[in-house]
């Protein structure tokens, strides 16, 4: 639908682009414009009334009328009247006006009563950047139940906002059930309708295809089901002559490591690419690949690497150095924890890969959970696979601790040692501050290393921190870090983590932390060390092993107030849908744009 030139122009100055955004616009408050024959205390009328008597004092402008709809006089007083105010008031004049009626002791009054040209309506008003009455004019000439549906909304919920706009009766403050139900279908259908657009198809490099399942068959373990659903969505990608974009989020240690590798097998002989966000987890993955695919050329690229011609490899694992080399046409890029790349890095390496009009499938990995609902807003813009189970269930009790509890700690602490087993203190903060309640790892780390042997220290500003993680994995008793241990490095010895301050993080971020210890079996442990006396969040964070189960449980707690930082801002942008509750209309939205 071509927009008039004065749509265009309305749409411009309220920052919107559709009907669709202009219907949520909706009004802060209405004015009752219709005429009662008898008067209703503490309620705002119009009165049909002609001027009696007008008079002037300092601070007020007091005025007579006589309202013919009531059949008697009523008292009108105007407070602190600007100049222009007093010439709606003309003394034999009959009008319509509009103010705050109210009868004491047998005296009827009419406060801030205004001069008002048309009758017999409920008036909208509203608050955006255009004039209240210039936007209720434009909403009156232009929003229609028509174009709401011309532009994909369903017919029984545009009928819902356009009586929003239009009300026969005076709307209560409260917005009903179907009302709000519909402002949050809208909201969400307006925002999916966008993301969508915003997708690009191209033609896929290749749309070849191995079939991984006699591979699978070799590995020395049997793949989770989940794990197959993930494997066989980017099997059917790989076939397409459409580049694929799929995200695919796994829990904390659900083996997304075997996704990547399968999908590799999969593009082989086409050559792969895995960029990763540091040395220590390229390695990881590098040393992997080498293990389950010995059928391919592998290589890894990282800062310290030697240049040399990469067109004899399959399979090519690196870190953002890739970004500087000359890459060969590679039909498969992986991105391994995405989120830690910006949007440009991500991009640029597609490019470099690209062979002119025809791109790569694109599959990007991530062990950060998602609330189920995030995740179905994700797929109007790129497919999404969720793999929510382990390959085993991990054996970790959680617990929350206080000051009287660091004995006991300290013991816990000791015998784990004594097992051969590793401990992770993780600080707040790395150095001093006045305005926290807890120590910081500079104020903390001499007890540790007066304690105990082989204590470690690393956080996000060492720029030694991989090579301190690797010499802790081979070597270390206790190792003292902020959340820089947060994602993806393996410990295999690794069997309690110690948060301190842990009622300062996300639940996401509490359960990547707690995800560090137990990966190969081990009875771990996770402490949650806090001054607050009682949380609710962290009681039902330790009874809560799922990881999507913990991000919707970050989301409803967000909603409250309760976090102060390692939130997940996904959903921040919505003013009526509630992602930690609306699943349902969420699922609604998606078939409605037959995502």
């Known amino acids: 639908m071509k927009l008039t030139n004065e749509q265009s122009e309305k749409f411009k100055k309220l920052g919107i682009s559709s009907f669709i955004e202009l219907s949520l616009i909706i009004p802060s408050s209405y004015e009752d414009y219709r005429i009662n024959s008898s008067l209703v205390e503490h309620t705002s009328q119009v009165i049909d009334a002609t001027v009696e008597s007008v008079y002037r004092a300092p601070n007020s402008i007091q005025v007579t009328f006589y309202a013919h709809n009531f059949g008697h006089t009523i008292h009108g007083v105007l407070f602190r009247p600007k100049p222009y105010m007093i010439h709606q008031f003309k003394i034999g004049e009959r009008n319509y006006f509009y103010g705050l009626c109210d009868c004491k002791m047998g005296k009827c009054s009419i406060t801030m009563p205004k001069k008002i040209s048309q009758v017999g309506s409920i008036t909208p008003k509203y608050k955006s950047k255009l004039r209240s009455d210039v936007l209720q004019r434009f909403i009156q000439n232009n929003l229609t139940i028509d174009c709401l549906v011309d532009e994909g909304l369903k017919e029984k919920v545009a009928e819902e906002i356009i009586k929003l706009h239009f009300p026969t009766a005076m709307p209560k403050k409260e917005l009903d059930e179907a009302s709000l139900n519909a402002l949050k279908y809208t909201e969400l259908f307006s925002y999916m309708k966008k993301l969508s657009v915003k997708r690009r198809y191209f033609n896929a490099i290749s749309s070849s295809v191995q079939d991984y ?70 390695n990881q993955l590098y040393e992997e690949a080498k293990k389950f695919l010995p059928m391919m050329k592998i290589t890894l690229v990282t800062n310290k690497s030697k240049k040399e011609d990469l067109n004899g490899y399959d399979l090519i694992i690196g870190t953002h150095a890739l970004l500087y080399r000359e890459l060969p046409v590679a039909s498969l890029v992986m991105v391994d924890e995405q989120h830690r790349f910006g949007t440009q890095q991500r991009n640029m390496l597609e490019k470099l890969v690209s062979s002119g009009d025809k791109k790569p499938h694109y599959l990007q990995f991530s062990a950060t959970p998602i609330p189920r609902t995030q995740a179905m807003i994700e797929t109007a813009h790129i497919d999404v696979s969720l793999i929510t189970s382990t390959p085993f269930d991990k054996d970790i009790t959680s617990k929350v601790i206080h000051k009287q509890d660091f004995k006991d700690l300290l013991e816990h602490i000791k015998d784990e040692i004594t097992k051969g087993n590793q401990v992770l203190l993780v600080y707040p903060l790395v150095e001093q501050s006045e305005m926290l309640e807890y120590q910081s790892i500079d104020e903390a780390r001499s007890y540790w290393e007066k304690n105990f042997d082989d204590v470690y220290v690393t956080h996000g500003k060492d720029k030694d921190k991989e090579q301190v993680l690797l010499d802790f994995a081979k070597h270390g008793n206790i190792l003292i870090a902020t959340t820089v241990v947060e994602v993806g490095i393996s410990l295999p010895k690794l069997s309690s983590v110690v948060i301190v301050g842990a009622e300062r993080l996300g639940l996401s971020t509490l359960h990547q932390l707690r995800g560090r210890v137990s990966r190969t079996g081990l009875k771990g442990y996770c402490y949650l060390y806090t001054n607050t006396s009682f949380s609710d969040r962290l009681d039902e964070f330790c009874y809560t092993s799922s990881g999507f189960d913990i991000a919707n449980m970050d989301l409803k707690y967000r909603k409250s107030g309760d976090l102060l930082k390692g939130v997940n801002q996904s959903g921040s942008q919505f003013k009526w849908i509630d992602l930690a509750e609306d699943e349902k209309i969420v699922s609604e939205v998606k078939r409605g744009l037959l995502i």
């Open 213 to 282: 399942e006699e591979w699978a068959k070799t590995l020395p373990f049997e793949l989770t089901q989940k794990q197959v659903e993930a494997i066989d969505d980017i099997k059917h990608d790989l076939l397409k002559n459409v580049a694929a974009k799929r995200m695919i989020v796994g829990d904390v240690g659900s083996g997304k490591t075997m996704v990547i590798l399968a999908s590799a097998y999969m593009n082989y002989p086409n050559k792969s690419i895995l960029m990763s966000p540091t040395t220590i987890l390229a």
